[in-house]
């Protein structure tokens, strides 16, 4: 079955770091990938996606390239902030080639990312 | 635009009771799906709903069910409580549920099973 691995931190960093939050997958098919990232108390809210290979993914400063011979989707941001402290997940949904199958996400554990000032 | 809205937001209940969640997705998306979050498993697919119809199921027991109305609002019902059901349950709402179209999350409700 699908499933993906995350980093699990926790992560801390001083404002303007580097960030970099690891994420490899296992699918069958042509799975789409995402960023999702969880303020507290909060819903999840969608960061940045990719749905083929070799596409980069980017909001808010964030970026992640879907690397397909390294099953990989790894998160970056040249410089946090303190507003990005939060839980980010790494997940994927399977889909063939026309997007035809149904939305089930599979997550990671989730990173907790704590910015210092 | 409305967000997903989940009522309640928080909930506590004993062992063997059993809860109705409510969810109403964005105007317009008939797509819901349900997770489970929790420190221990993390989030975890329970099922999805679209025009009424469960297209996916998530690997739940039997005590977890849902439904999804007309109007595309969906409620999930987990009967005969255990405690490790105490979770915050999320629902998602999305135009068609195909994997182009966004998700969108509500807050979530945190049940709590003493």
């Known amino acids: 079955g699908n499933s993906v691995t995350q980093m699990e931190g926790p992560v801390t960093l001083s404002e303007e770091a580097f960030l970099t939050i690891n994420c490899t997958y296992t699918?069958?098919?042509?799975?789409?990938l995402f960023w999702y990232v969880q303020y507290p108390g909060e819903g999840l809210q969608l960061l940045l996606k990719?749905?083929?290979?070799?596409d980069k993914g980017s909001n808010k400063g964030f970026e992640a390239t879907y690397r397909k011979e390294t099953t990989s989707f790894h998160l970056e941001k040249g410089s946090v902030q303190v507003s990005d402290s939060a839980v980010y997940f790494c997940?994927?949904?399977?889909?063939?080639?026309?997007?035809?199958?149904?939305?089930?996400?599979?997550f990671g554990k989730g990173t907790l990312l704590t910015v210092n000032p | 635009k409305a967000g997903v809205t989940q009522t309640p937001r928080y909930l506590i209940k004993t062992r063997g009771q059993q809860v109705t969640l409510s969810c109403s997705p964005i105007?317009?998306?008939?797509?819901v799906s349900w997770y489970q979050q929790t420190p221990g498993q993390g989030l975890q697919f329970l099922f999805e709903?679209?025009?009424?119809?469960?297209?996916n199921k998530g690997n739940f027991p039997g005590r977890f069910s849902g439904r999804q109305f007309s109007n595309s609002r969906s409620e999930m019902n987990v009967s005969t409580l255990e405690l490790g059901d105490s979770a915050l349950y999320l629902c998602?709402?999305?135009?068609?549920?195909?994997?182009?179209?966004?998700?969108?999350f509500g807050p979530g409700t945190r049940l709590t099973v003493l």
């Open positions: 990719a749905t083929k290979a070799d």
């Open positions: 997940a994927l949904s399977e889909t063939d080639e026309g997007g035809g199958s149904n939305y089930k996400l599979t």
């Open positions: 709903y679209f025009s009424e119809t469960q297209r």
């Open positions: 699918a069958t098919g042509y799975p789409s």
């Open positions: 998602a709402s999305s135009l068609t549920g195909k994997a182009y179209n966004e998700q969108f």
């Open positions: 105007s317009g998306h008939r797509s």
